[in-house]
């Protein structure tokens, strides 16, 4: 084909620097295309994001630990709604369990592991100037920020913000108040959000990797969100349909998800009837459970980074990780129905998804293990990252062999309505997954700022985080073991049963509030080092990754001089070499 | 700044960025759409009775629609392959047809949409119409969107063509790929609500 009309030549780095100086506040800092300016913006909304769902946990936790109890000062600011004399409605209960879960999901989690260091970390470590669609990047962040809005907006309509839990079960979410109804709004645009940056990841890595930067040559977290990008693609789509069927449903009164002959107040619906229920729970979980896998190979793929650059060695089997991360990919859109086990399924249905869920739990164990055997001889640097990171190993196994019984159709059915899975699923993604996270907000952050954070505060919050996060999960498997379900809105007050266990939801939730002071040094250390940390070079943990030629932080462009590939990512102590690690980009 | 592989093409993948993302656009809306098929297919195995759509729904009409639709796939293509020779008359005569026959397209619709809404058939009647509303509401939708882009493309857009007609041509080759796309969806909404 040949090529007519002129393309306008390349500009010069420095003419390109004095151009972006140019942009002005509003360019460059808050409509900005760079993706690591975005990145930044998805790391700080989802941190807020975080600390916000956090709060309402911890609302939460006083009903629970203190039923009827009014609490102190913070009730009687919520108003005569939500809190009447400073005592929880069930109703309010319902609003902020449904919001603790999607914001901590879908504003908190995704958008920081994928959103942040996705976009901030995924181009520099292939070596590219930007993303492959800098706008839609931008678009993708500003949908997300408006779905975010969307979400809080809804706690300020009449009745309140969505109340039929973060899985929106019909047909209690389409007979739900307006809060619903904005919740819907709210995921199609989170929906959009993520769909433009799906697109974006997986363009961005296939077509601007360097030179010689070949798939088997990418660092595993590269890796990590390629998968990802897929799942995201592909898994989100779904529940996009089954939104508008459910908005269609409350707003234009189809009957996609209402059965026939609803009583509802002892009075029968008029509504044309003949819908299913468990169609929404199909579509929300062909959804769901790869959302999990979201969740939690980001996390993976900042650990295995880390532990690399800190035990001084290559990662162990990465071969074998890769294949794990591409077969997990597959297998994770094929287990879902092993969260609607309790629906009655019948056998064969169970038998597939049970066998489906066991083979799906080895690649995760290849992963885990391959990381573990990692740190074996190695020259294990103990800084804060990668404390972060060797926490998530044993906390993410608990979280994975707790979920083994829950994937067994026999052993779920007793367990599934408990305490037990709210345990289960939040090892995984509170210890297992932040904790990632965070070690990949210590790791990075040099890279981002030139400076480093606080090692002591970081290390007070490790061990701090590492003790509460245990006190307030490890109680939860006692309690559902014991039969209380995880649906009471007085944590099982009222159950004879339940009283001997009574006492471990006062200990879950005096370690959640404590949880929360162990923050502070978090937040304290993460804005004083933007300004006052410790200046740091171009690549202060000896980093064999291309992200660490890039100067810190990195312009606009990323890099003076184009890399180039020309080894595996992790070449550390190789033997005969000068130094202990041999970057990626050095010839 | 100068994003790598937006026109040329990248040697060793032998595509371009947008063509990429365009293809990773249309899967996600195959998985879309196809939830939604998904959903029509349990929810009519479980109904105690199904009309079938030639009873409610108008069929010459939706035939004269498909007609149109396939119509204007073969100007679209035309107005692509004008591109590439470097035709740019052809291409606006033919875009501009392309959007015509969208108009056409959601004209009619608007008119059978009138129809039923007039004698009481609404969404909540029933889950055939329900289904009918949201997969032809929601595939309307779709046709606005590629009438919007192939518009854009066809005025203020074409103004490309005069500083990079390559990159022009790519973007009315992925605004093609799309609006096929929309006319596929169409090929299979038709049988299963008009004619099964």
């Known amino acids: ?587 | 700044m100068e994003i790598p592989y937006t026109v040329e093409v990248r040697r060793d993948t032998g595509l371009t960025n947008g063509r990429i993302g365009i293809w990773l656009f249309l899967a996600s809306e195959v998985m879309l759409f196809g939830a939604l098929f998904a959903s029509y297919i349990l929810i009519r195995t479980g109904a105690v009775s199904w009309p079938r759509g030639d009873t409610i729904l108008d069929v010459p009409l939706a035939t004269f629609n498909t007609l149109v639709l396939i119509s204007s796939s073969v100007t679209m293509v035309m107005a692509w392959a004008s591109l590439m020779r470097h035709r740019f008359g052809t291409f606006r005569i033919y875009m501009g047809l392309t959007i015509l026959f969208g108009f056409v397209f959601l004209t009619v619709k608007y008119f059978e949409y009138s129809h039923h809404l007039h004698i009481g058939e609404v969404p909540s009647t029933n889950n055939f119409l329900a289904i009918y509303y949201t997969l032809t509401g929601l595939h309307m939708l779709h046709v606005a969107g590629g009438m919007a882009v192939n518009a854009y493309l066809w005025g203020p857009g074409a103004k490309l063509w005069q500083t990079n007609p390559q990159w022009f041509t790519n973007r009315v080759e992925h605004s093609g790929l799309f609006w096929h796309f929309v006319d596929l969806v169409w090929i299979f909404l038709f049988p299963t609500l008009y004619l099964l």
């Not at chain 1, 919520?78 to 902020?96: K, S």
């Not at chain 1, 529940?239 to 459910?246: K, V």
């Not at chain 1, 996060?469 to 944590?491: E, I, Q, Y």
Request: overall charge neutral.
């Open chain 1, 1 to 587: 084909m040949s090529q007519p009309g002129a393309v306008a030549p390349p500009e010069s780095h420095a003419a390109l620097e004095a151009h972006h100086e140019a942009l002005g506040f509003w360019r460059h800092y808050v409509f900005s295309v760079d993706h690591k300016v975005i990145g930044i913006q998805y790391g700080i909304t989802g941190l807020v994001f975080l600390f916000f769902g956090f709060s309402l946990m911890m609302l939460m936790r006083w009903q629970l630990a203190y039923p009827g109890i009014p609490l102190p000062l913070l009730g009687s600011l919520l108003g005569e709604a939500r809190m009447p004399g400073g005592t929880m409605l069930p109703e309010f209960y319902n609003e902020l369990g449904a919001m603790h879960g999607t914001i901590m999901v879908f504003l908190g989690v995704v958008p920081l592991a994928v959103g942040g260091f996705g976009n901030f970390v995924l181009p520099l470590q292939i070596g590219a100037p930007d993303m492959a669609f800098p706008r839609l990047n931008m678009a993708s962040y500003w949908f997300f920020f408006l779905g975010g809005v969307t979400m809080l907006a809804s706690f300020f309509v009449p009745g309140g913000a969505a109340q039929s839990g973060w899985t929106s079960y019909a047909p209690l979410s389409v007979l739900a108040g307006s809060g619903q109804t904005w919740w819907l709004v709210g995921m199609i645009l989170l929906i959009t959000s993520s769909l433009l940056g799906a697109i974006n990841f997986i363009t961005t890595t296939i077509q601007l990797r360097v030179k010689g930067l070949t798939f088997m040559r990418f660092p595993f977290f590269v890796w990590a969100q390629f998968v990802t990008s897929f799942l995201l693609l592909l898994a989100f789509p779904p529940l996009e349909a089954a939104g508008a069927m459910q908005l269609m449903d409350r707003v234009a009164g189809t009957s996609f998800f209402m059965p026939s002959g609803l009583v509802v107040g002892g009075e029968v619906l008029t509504n044309a009837g003949g819908g299913s229920p468990l169609l929404w729970q199909h579509l929300f979980w062909f959804l769901a459970h790869p959302e999990v896998y979201v969740l939690i190979l980001p996390a993976m793929g900042i650990v295995g980074e880390i532990i690399a650059n800190n035990t001084r060695k290559p990662l162990w089997g990465y071969r074998s990780m890769i294949y794990s991360l591409v077969f997990l990919g597959f297998m994770s859109f094929i287990v879902w129905a092993h969260h609607m086990f309790m629906t009655g399924m019948g056998t064969t249905m169970a038998a597939f998804f049970q066998t489906t869920t066991m083979i799906i739990s080895i690649p995760s164990v290849v992963i885990l293990t391959a990381l573990i055997i990692s740190l074996w001889g190695g020259s294990i640097r103990f800084n804060t990252p990668m404390l972060f990171a060797l926490g998530f190993l044993p906390m993410f196994g608990i979280g994975g062999l707790t979920g083994l019984p829950l994937g067994l159709n026999v052993s779920d059915i007793p367990l599934h309505d408990t305490y037990y899975v709210i345990g289960h699923f939040h090892y995984v993604v509170a210890p297992g997954t932040i904790f990632a996270l965070f070690a990949g907000v210590y790791y990075w952050f040099p890279k981002a700022t030139g400076r480093k954070m606080n090692e002591t505060l970081g290390k007070i919050h490790f061990f701090g985080s590492l003790v509460c996060m245990n006190v307030v999960f490890m109680p939860m498997f006692l309690v559902g073991l014991a039969g209380v379900s995880r649906r009471l809105f007085d944590g099982g007050a009222t159950y004879a049963f339940a009283q001997p266990v009574l006492h471990m939801n006062v200990m879950s939730s005096w370690g959640a509030w404590i949880l929360a002071v162990f923050q502070l040094p978090f937040i304290f250390n993460f804005f004083w080092s933007i300004w006052k940390g410790e200046k740091t070079g171009d690549n202060p943990w000896q980093a064999t990754t291309i992200e660490w030629a890039a100067p810190s932080p990195p312009p606009h462009g990323n890099f003076l001089v184009t890399p180039e590939a020309y080894r595996g990512p992790y070449e550390y102590s190789v033997t005969g070499a000068a130094k202990d690690f041999i970057p990626q980009c050095e010839a």
